[in-house]
Each structure stands twice: as structure tokens, then as C-alpha cells.
């Protein structure tokens, strides 16, 4: 039976096709100019008052250009009309005076998207951006610049001049003011200790001389009593100060805490003729504790967001808010910073690290859409707030001064509560006096609406949350919405009586003296239909939190259901969509329309009571994932045998370091003085033995997560943690990463030559947060080296990634590769012949260095999004870790002593879709140990998406 039905309506999709055009007419790609200035209430656009919605996306955390564009428009159908991006100096610039900004480095295009995508922009170009990435943006060569960083230095200075010199130069013709989006632009980054106002100027006046020409702004972090300046006035000060704010901290061990450990979330004002300014605000954390995102989530999840987001609003007064981050992202390869995070910088975002939405994304839409819907919000002062009956509940309010609209948040006295309370408002509306019902339940903040011109209609007050409103066939179309279960009141004004018709659900109208008012419980969806009475029909939507998520406000249409409205337009009766869905359903719209198609495709509708259209949209195909067979193995770490051939290696024999850290050995061991920057290294120290040796002892830098493993003579003697950046914001631990590994009797011979191998794992560069070359010149590598029961001197080679600074793989980038043997030989790279090799995975690896490879086949179904992730299965294994290559990339590192994360992300794109695909694994074991099993794991299946090639690749060099 639904096999016929399914025949049918292929049939009359068929005959649909030949009458409607399967997409909306071409927009012109004209490219008009704006202007953009601000005052004491906002930002102006061409003089227009804007609220600006902006979350921060990582474009470096997904090396998959393509996917940009999925994100990009998920972050505009949430409501956001900016996104804000950090620019990472250290992804493009392998060494000094070197950039790529190609493939999927390539910003220019990322700027054409973030466009194309209906986003202003607000360019963050650093030169520092923090962020955890590696160096906090900084490239690590910069290590080897004398002068302190983020200072006027003359090294540093001629160092950022050059980046910004060239980032400049392609966000200077993507600026508002010559057709593209830019509209603001971000000098540094939480520049607040060890600052320097002539540093902060100068990046400035680079700025200008670049053709930077929309304003300035920085976002100033910590708590007032830690700002040297604000940046709000002085040298160095900035158009448009901001201010971050995290309040709810980063224990996501804890999701359930009580609220602002870090404070209570509110934007200071820093100048009078400038907007109050939300430029960094937490949606999500990271997750030093290895807690999980998940965790991350829920501490950041919708009531955070309600009660924080809707606090600032109306207590600060912020007009322009950027959420950090809208979506997190993959630290892959060597990006990430090494103390807070691990591969997944999922970061609890609204989007997930694997591009789906959460509930988070949900109240982004509801509060979103209020805000871009509600003009008056644009320019508010403080004004008395309704008394409350109660004193379990608090009013705060503020109102337009031109239109008088007034806006009252509601919540607890006590921020924490989780108390059901309920009261009466004493609200003197622009309309009247009245007694106003309201409930908060749990931990929630409301924003009421008194005195509001909607559409063509009066709103007097509702204590319902208004989500959105659109006019559409003749009539204005709201959303209104209220915690399930609760009481809802909504009060309009009338000339006369009008004409109410309940379509659904339960709702009690009443009219005296002008007001119309409608009493009901929120629960499921109650429309009514209001006519007559001196105004144009109103629709009202009334319905709960979930109610209100499933509606889409896209361009000219109000859609209700599917799982993502990417865009929507109306030509010639017919609205197109384009959309994904999770699974056959209903697909409601609200627009001057007749007809309907759905990416490209026609849908037969019926037109309902409400006067919209359904149509039935077809789910996804099923997937099926190959299993992961095939395998083969090889075990490598030839460095750690004496007779291993290192005559090519670098001597480490340099004698000066620009590192604050000065090394305990005669010679600096220190890889990045050897232009050796991320991943592993290798060292190989030689001495003469006089028989009588007890013990080694090392000392090495690797950054938190990091080890290094040791042999003497070819026999391993063990491994120890590496130094990690002190937890406080002092100076350097003085014995960071000692290890002591004691010499097994006859090894080392009087009078031969003794071989100490060691590979030291990098796991990237500390942040400067603090403005501190002891923070951020905290070098990589050996630090102390002394074998006990010899005075000999040690000969030192180092060896790190092919090619040092100058790059071998260009495609992948600097932050691709470290120097392990396999890497060095291409075996990650999809083209090497392992046949050779063990066949079968490997159950048990050594001490050292041991690869798997294996490829499989996909053909996924077209025009569908499957996000696909590596899965280890099993607890998570100890005593080892995996270095996981797709296709020769490198996204990430699995392992005990990493975190606790099993899923990696393997990004449409980098994975071959249609296609053969090569994975590597290196396992660096520190013990005997069992690798965990590896599977392919599709985590969402949609129809829709946006159309994804294959990165290029090179499969060899
Ligand atoms: C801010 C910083 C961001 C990021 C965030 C924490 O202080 O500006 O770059 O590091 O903290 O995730």
C-alpha cells in the first residue's frame, strides 16, 4: 500500500514538475555599498538600527570548505545575522614571511560564504585570537622572534605587521563599504595584562593603511579590577569597546551548579556613544576536566541560555551580542592548545562538533527571532519595572523611548532557584494599568512585551514570550509561547469587537473596552484567528517551548516542522524551499503561496483551517556503513636501535634560545629552535660509556596529555609525563617533566659508544592569555638530559617533520604532521604500498611506534548529510595513544591519557563520500597494550544538506 502511494505521488510530483520551475528566480549579484556607524543604543547600518545576533565560527576547525556553507546556514536559519571569525596566523604561516590562504585555508572564499549566507561579519584577525588553538594563533616560529609577544617589540612588530598585512588585504574588499559583509573589526584579544597602548595603536593604524574603514572594536575580558584599559578611551583605544563574559565558568563536571560561578553575566557599558556590547558571551565551554561536551552542554543548555542571554538584554542593554561559539569545531592535526582541550572542540555549542543541531539551537531560534522581529529592541533605556507580588520573583524593564514599548523580564529573586512561584505584576503598560499573571517554574527568565505595534495589530501586554511575527496573504502571522502547562494571557486592542475563531487547541476570548483578551493553558499548539474589530486579520500561534522550536522564519515564509529550513522564497505563488529532513513529515508554510517545492522538488499541499500549506516531505534513504577490515600493520621506531642511520638528522648543538627558559643542558634541546614545531620529535643522544651508568635522567616539555618514551642502546627503559604550562599563571614549573629511568647492569660498556633515543611528543604551544613570553616561549622538547655514573658529554641530533619549516605537504598544511618515522615515509598518505605489511590488525603492540592501515568504500545517497565518525570501541585504552589519518589528514588523537573522547569526527569532504578511502593509525604505546577496535559510525542521516566535493588530497608526495 505505501509502495503504491509512494508511485502515486512520484506520478503527480512528475506533472508538478512540468508547471512549476524547480527553483526561485536568480537574484542579481549587484554589489551595493553601506555605511556603518553606532550610538549610545546600537549599531547602524546605512542609519538603520541593527541588533546584532553574531556567533563565532572556527573556520580552521573544519577543513572542509564545503561545509562551511552547511554551517554558515544553520547559524542564519537559528537567526543569527553575523558570524564572527577568528583568522589563526599560525594555520597559514609555516614560517616567517610565508602565508597560504589556498584550499582550506582559502578566507576569501570563506568570506564569499559567510555572505552568501545572509551573515554580516566581524573579522578577527588577532594577531592574537587565544581561542585554544595552538600558541593561542600565534605560529610557533614566532617562539624564535626576540621581543615579547603582543608588545611594541621591534621583532614582534615586524612579525604582525606582515600577517595583518596580508589578512588585511583580503578582508579589506569583503567590507560592507565596497559591497561584501565585514562590518566591524576586532584589534587583539582580551589585551588586558602586560598591555601596551602603542601595540593596540598601531594595529590599528595598520588596519586604516590596509583599507580597513568600518570601526574598530576589541573585546575586553576578566573582571573590571583586572583591566589595564578598557581600550574605551587613551592611546590604543578602539570605536566600539566590548566586553566577554563566561559566567557560567567551565565545570562541566557539574552541569547542575548553580548559576554564574564566574559572576552574574552582565555587560558593562563602557562608553556613552557606543552600544553596550556582548562581544564574546559563553554558549558552551571547554572542558578542562575531560568531562565530556555533552556535560558541556547541559551547563551552558537552554535555561542558562534563558537566564543569562535574557538577563544581559534587558539589564545590560546589549545591543550587539556574539555567542562563543555557534559551532565548536575539530582541534585536528597539532591545533589545539594543549591544556583545555583534546581533538573535539564540540565545545557544548549549539551545533554539534558533527553539525547537528541541539536543543541549544533551539533557543537560540526563540530568542533569536524575537529579536529580529521586535525593532523597538534596538533602542531601550532602563525604566521602573512592574512590582511583583511575590517576593520570589523579580521584575527588570526597559523601553523604547520612541515607541514606548516596554520590555520586563521575569525571574527568580533567588538566581538559583528551582522553585515553581507564581505572581502578579503591577504593569502600568503604554495602554493602561494592569494586574498581569506569572509563573516562573525551575531556573527560567522570561521577556515580556507591553505596548507593541506587531505587525498591523496592538499588542497591549502578553505574559506569553512573543517568538516571532511575519505578515503574510493579508494577515499578520505570531508566535507566541510559555512554559507547557502554564496559564498564557494575551491582550490586543480593538477599535470594536472583533471576530475570534479558536482552529485548535483551548482558548477563553473576552472583549471590554477596547481589549481583546485571549486566557489559555500553553500546551501543543492553539491557533486562533482574529478578524475584524478596525485591523487586519491576526493568526495567532500559541504554544509551548517545543512548539515554538519546530517553526522556521525564513525570508518571506513562516515554516513549521522538518529538522532545518536553510532558505525560503516566494516567486510567481510558489515557495521554495530548501530544507533537510531526518524523516518523512509534515511540512507546514505560512507564505503568499499556492504551491510548493522543496529542494528543486515539487510537493503536493493542502491548504489548512490556518489558511497555510502542508505537504508531506520524504525522509532520507537508509545508510549502511562497511565494516573496517582489511587491515594491515607494521611496527617502526627504527630511531631507538643504535645502528639506526641519522646522518641527515639536524645536530642539536645551538648554544642561544629566545625561550625566557633557559636549558639545563649545554647545548638547546629545544625542537622549535630547530624549526621543528608540532608533533613528535625525535632525539638521539650519543656518549661513551664508562660501564659504571645507574640512571638517565630527562626532563621534557610536551605540553598537559603529553609523554616521552626512552631507549638506551635499542632496550626501552620507559616513559614519563612531559612538562606541562603551570596551572596558575605564574612563571614555569622549574622540574616540569622529570623522568628517571634506571640503566639495566651491562648495557652501556666502558668505552663503547651508547645510543639514548627519544621521542618526545609535542602536544602543541601554550597559550599567551596573560601577555607572558614565560607562558607562551615555554619551549617544546628536551629540556634537562644527565646519565648518572658518567661525566661524558652527549652529542645530540634531533629530527621532527619532513622538511622542518619548509614545508613538504603544503595541501595539509603546517599543523598536519609531526616527525614520527611512518610520517616521514608517507605512510599516512593514501598511496603508499603496505603490502608488505602484516596482514590483520595488530592485537598486541610494543613500546614504540606501530601503523595500521586499511581502506574502505563509500557510495552514501545523493543529496543527503551523513556525518560519519570514527568510533573506539571498548573503554578507553590506556598506555597509548592513536594518531588517526583519513585520507592523509590528520584529525586527531585518541587515548586514555588524552580524554575521554571514542567518536572522531571524519568531515564530509576529507571523507571520499563516493569513493575509496584510506585510514591510517599510528599507535604510540608507552606499554604493552591492545589496541581499542575501530568502527564507522553515522551519527544523523538527513535528506538535504548542501552539496559537499572531495578536499584534493594528494594521495603521495
Ligand atoms: C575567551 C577567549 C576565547 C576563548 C574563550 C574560552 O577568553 O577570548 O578565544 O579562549 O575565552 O573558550
Not at 58 to 66: G, I, K, N, Q, V
Not at 496 to 506: A, F, H, M, Y
Not at 533 to 547: H, Y
Request: charged share 20%; hydrophobic share 35%; with cysteine.
Amino acid at each position: 500500500m505505501r509502495a503504491r502511494l509512494l508511485t502515486l505521488f512520484t506520478a503527480i510530483a512528475t506533472v508538478l514538475a512540468i508547471t512549476v520551475p524547480a527553483s526561485p528566480p536568480a537574484a542579481s549579484a549587484a554589489a551595493p555599498r553601506h555605511r556603518v556607524t553606532y550610538d549610545h543604543y546600537s549599531v547602524m547600518i546605512d542609519g538603520k538600527r541593527v541588533l546584532l545576533r553574531s556567533a563565532e565560527f572556527h573556520y580552521f576547525r573544519l577543513p572542509s570548505p564545503d561545509l562551511w556553507r552547511d554551517v554558515l546556514e544553520k547559524y542564519k536559519s537559528a537567526g543569527f545575522n553575523t558570524v564572527s571569525l577568528y583568522f589563526d596566523w599560525a594555520y597559514h604561516s609555516p614560517k616567517a614571511g610565508v602565508y597560504d590562504f589556498t584550499g582550506v585555508r582559502d578566507v576569501n572564499r570563506l568570506l564569499t560564504v559567510a555572505q552568501q549566507a545572509g551573515l554580516y561579519v566581524i573579522a578577527r584577525p588577532g594577531p592574537y585570537i587565544n581561542a585554544e588553538t595552538t600558541g593561542g594563533g600565534f605560529p610557533a616560529w614566532l617562539k624564535n622572534v626576540p621581543g615579547r609577544a603582543r608588545s611594541s617589540a621591534p621583532g614582534y612588530t615586524a612579525a604582525y605587521r606582515d600577517w595583518l598585512g596580508h589578512i588585511n588585504k583580503i578582508i579589506a574588499p569583503h567590507q560592507i563599504t565596497r559591497g561584501g559583509s565585514v562590518i566591524l573589526y576586532n584589534v587583539e584579544n582580551e589585551y588586558a595584562m602586560n598591555t601596551d597602548a602603542a601595540y593596540m595603536e598601531d594595529i590599528q593604524k595598520k588596519a586604516r593603511a590596509d583599507g580597513i574603514d568600518v570601526p574598530t572594536m576589541t573585546n575586553n575580558c576578566c573582571d573590571a579590577a583586572s583591566w589595564t584599559s578598557t581600550w574605551a578611551s587613551g592611546q590604543g583605544a578602539v570605536q566600539i569597546p566590548g566586553v566577554d563574559d563566561y559566567p557560567q565558568g567551565f565545570d562541566c563536571a557539574n552541569p547542575d551548579a548553580s548559576w554564574g560561578p564566574w559572576g552574574a553575566g552582565l555587560t558593562e557599558r563602557l562608553r556613552d556613544d557606543t552600544p553596550v556590547f556582548a562581544a564574546e558571551y559563553q554558549a558552551g565551554a571547554i572542558d578542562p576536566d575531560n568531562a565530556g561536551f555533552d556535560k558541556c552542554r547541559e551547563l551552558t543548555g537552554p535555561k542558562f541560555m534563558k537566564f543569562f542571554y535574557k538577563s544581559n538584554l534587558i539589564s545590560s542593554g546589549a545591543t550587539a551580542f556574539n555567542y562563543y561559539m555557534g559551532f565548536g569545531g575539530t582541534n585536528w592535526g597539532w591545533l589545539a592548545q594543549p591544556n583545555d582541550v583534546p581533538t573535539s572542540y564540540d565545545y557544548g555549542s549549539a551545533i554539534t562538533e558533527n553539525r547537528l543541531l541541539s536543543d541549544k539551537y533551539d533557543e537560540f531560534k526563540r530568542q533569536n527571532f524575537f529579536l529580529s522581529s521586535v525593532a523597538p529592541l534596538t533602542k531601550t533605556d532602563p525604566v521602573t519595572a512592574p512590582a511583583s507580588s511575590d517576593k520570589a520573583i523579580e521584575t527588570v524593564a526597559r523601553a523604547n523611548p520612541d515607541t514606548h514599548t516596554q520590555f520586563v523580564l521575569v525571574r527568580h529573586s533567588d538566581h538559583a532557584a528551582t522553585t515553581d512561584d507564581s505572581a502578579t505584576l503591577d504593569w502600568t503598560t503604554p495602554d493602561g494599568h494592569y494586574s498581569v499573571p506569572v509563573r516562573v517554574k525551575g531556573r527560567d527568565a522570561k521577556v515580556l512585551i507591553a505596548g507593541y505595534d506587531l505587525g498591523g495589530q496592538r499588542l497591549v501586554w502578553s505574559n506569553s514570550e512573543l517568538m516571532t511575527h511575519v505578515y503574510t496573504e493579508g494577515r499578520d502571522v505570531a508566535v507566541l509561547y510559555g512554559t507547557d502547562g502554564t496559564q498564557g494571557s494575551t491582550v490586543l486592542r480593538y477599535a470594536s469587537q472583533p471576530t475570534v475563531k479558536v482552529l485548535d487547541g483551548s482558548v477563553k476570548a473576552s472583549y471590554s473596552s477596547g481589549d481583546l483578551r485571549l486566557d489559555y493553558t500553553h500546551s501543543g499548539l492553539a491557533r486562533v484567528l482574529i478578524s475584524g474589530g478596525g485591523r487586519r486579520p491576526l493568526l495567532l500561534l500559541l504554544g509551548t517551548d517545543a512548539e515554538a522550536a519546530k517553526f522556521w522564519q525564513a525570508g518571506p515564509a513562516l515554516v513549521r516542522g522538518t529538522s532545518l529550513v536553510r532558505s525560503a522564497t516566494v516567486a510567481g505563488g510558489t515557495a521554495y524551499l530548501r530544507a533537510d529532513t531526518a524523516k518523512a513529515e509534515d511540512v507546514e508554510v505560512f507564505a503568499d503561496a499556492g504551491r510548493l517545492v522543496v529542494n528543486g522538488s515539487p510537493v503536493r499541499t493542502r491548504v489548512t483551517a490556518s489558511g497555510s500549506l502542508v505537504g508531506t516531505l520524504p525522509g532520507p534513504e537508509a545508510v549502511h556503513l562497511p565494516a573496517l577490515t582489511g587491515w594491515r600493520s607494521k611496527a617502526e621506531s627504527p630511531e631507538a636501535q643504535p645502528g639506526f642511520d641519522d646522518s641527515g638528522w639536524v645536530s642539536a648543538s645551538k648554544t642561544t634560545t629566545e625561550s625566557p627558559l633557559k636549558p639545563k643542558t649545554p647545548t638547546v634541546l629545544y625542537a622549535d629552535d630547530y624549526g621543528y614545531h608540532y608533533g613528535d620529535v625525535w632525539y638521539r643522544g650519543r656518549f661513551t660509556g664508562t660501564g659504571g651508568e645507574t640512571k638517565v635522567s630527562l626532563n621534557a616539555f610536551t605540553g598537559k596529555r603529553g609523554s616521552y618514551l626512552v631507549w638506551l642502546n635499542g632496550r626501552y627503559l620507559g616513559s614519563a609525563a612531559g612538562g606541562v604550562q603551570a596551572d596558575s599563571d605564574s612563571p614555569v614549573n622549574p622540574d616540569p617533566g622529570r623522568g628517571d629511568f634506571t640503566i639495566p647492569a651491562g648495557l652501556v660498556k666502558a668505552g663503547q659508544p651508547a645510543v639514548l633515543s627519544v621521542l618526545v611528543e609535542n602536544q602543541g604551544h601554550n597559550d599567551d592569555w596573560i601577555a607572558d613570553d614565560n607562558r607562551f616561549k615555554q619551549p617544546r622538547g628536551l629540556y634537562a638530559a644527565s646519565v648518572e655514573g658518567s661525566t661524558a658529554p652527549i652529542s645530540w641530533k634531533i629530527q621532527g617533520v619532513a622538511g622542518g619549516e619548509n614545508l613538504v605537504d603544503r595541501t595539509r598544511g603546517p599543523l598536519n604532521n609531526g616527525g614520527l618515522y611512518g610520517e616521514r615515509q608517507g605512510w599516512h598518505l593514501p598511496a603508499y604500498g603496505d603490502r608488505s605489511w602484516t596482514a590483520g590488525a595488530a592485537s598486541q603492540v610494543a613500546p614504540g611506534v606501530t601503523w595500521q592501515r586499511t581502506s574502505f568504500r563509500l557510495d552514501l545517497p545523493k543529496g543527503q548529510d551523513v556525518p560519519i565518525a570514527l568510533r573506539f570501541g571498548g573503554p578507553v585504552g590506556k598506555g597509548y595513544r592513536v594518531q588517526i589519518f583519513l585520507n592523509g589528514w590528520n584529525l586527531g588523537q585518541y587515548g586514555g591519557d588524552i580524554g575521554p573522547q571514542t567518536d572522531f569526527t571524519l568531515p564530509a569532504g576529507l571523507l571520499r563520500q563516493h569513493g575509496r578511502n584510506t585510514l591510517a593509525l599510528a599507535v604510540v604505546a608507552r606499554t604493552d597494550a591492545t589496541p581499542a577496535p575501530v568502527s564507522l559510525v553515522a551519527l544523523d542521516n538527513e535528506r538535504g544538506g548542501v552539496p559537499v566535493s572531495d578536499v584534493p588530497s594528494p594521495s603521495s608526495r
